[in-house]
């Protein structure tokens, strides 16, 4: 008996569209920052619904620029959330600031606006909210509350691109950070892009990414190479005219999984804020004690059919050595208990209606003791 495909966590769908786009850029020879980037940023800024767009090679280079366009440096905190990946806590170290993190909402799994105000100090200085897995934050509250102590806002949108909350598209309500790595819901390959409204901080921004200058070989302030080549802009603009389509094509996977799986005992499928847009860059589940086994028992048994699953993310970030050595000890009771147990399915574009059938069924099969095919 043939042995089934395997169905990944992630498939980035590359078309000849964006191999011409490359080829057509390696035989300019134009292949660094150049009119490709310029023309990437120019579209993305439209349609996240901004006056600027500063294109950047990474997620992570987006966040650190975006921080010190702000101002952020040493002695600074900046309040966020413990349960995303650790580059946005980097980012605030790289400046030399502080992250002060905040316990997230059980249900949606981003920062809990609620409790932000309690960790407010005269040393605060911006809040970075992350949109998790493609679902956005409540925005509305957070916005208030930068309002009302005078805080930045910069936007971890790096899993949402496309998501929107309440009619507006994240990464328009402050500064946005977007990532372009391969899993993301477009790709460059590798990449970032940051959006904003304010010009000061787009010019200190675009400075910052090219060494800190503004003219050729006359820097201004101290910067660093984070320039996104245009081979990477290239494919970013092929990517951006499908993201609707492939956002589309994971909400209705999502939508399909959620259906099947909903009365599942022991399994809390995702929940969608209302007035929002969750564009499922991620589509997680929880495992409890009353499905039966462990979410990583579970995780073992659909590996051993083919289908690959992840865990974003096992370790928050204060529990990480790195930040137990520089002396955290909160005690963030909803990170950490979800830590132990979100398990994230397969929900990309290049899902089939089998696929999805094989997740729902392998999931169900094994909770029942029958046997996954």
Known sequence: MMKAKGISIASPLISTQEIKAVE???????LA???KVQQFEEQFASYVGTRH??????GTAALHVALLARGIGKGDEVITTPFTFIATANAIVFCGAKPVFVDIEEDTFNINPDLIEARISPRTKAIIPVHLYGQPCDMHSIMEICCRYDLA???????AVGGECESRKVGSF????????????ITTGEGGMITTNDSGSFE?????????????????MLGYNYRMTDMAAAIGICQLAKLDHFNSTRIENAAYLTQALK???????PSIRQDSRHVFHQYTIRVLSEFGITRDELREKLAETGIATSIY???????QPVYRRMGYRDNLPVSEKLANEVLSLPVHPGLTREDLDRIVNGIQNIQNGRPVR
């Open 53 to 58: 767009a500063v294109a950047v090679n990474s």
């Open 204 to 220: 200190k921004a675009r400075m910052i990414r090219n060494h800190g200058q503004r003219e050729r070989y006359v820097h201004e």
């Open 24 to 30: 057509s850029v390696l035989r300019s020879g134009m």
């Open 33 to 35: 920052q150049g009119q």
């Open 153 to 159: 806002l910069i936007e971890d949108a790096c899993q």
């Open 263 to 269: 009365t599942t005992k022991g399994i809390i499928t």
């Open 313 to 319: 993310y096992p370790v928050p970030i204060h529990k």
């Open 174 to 185: 402050g500064i946005g950070c977007f990532s372009f790595y391969p899993t993301k819901n």
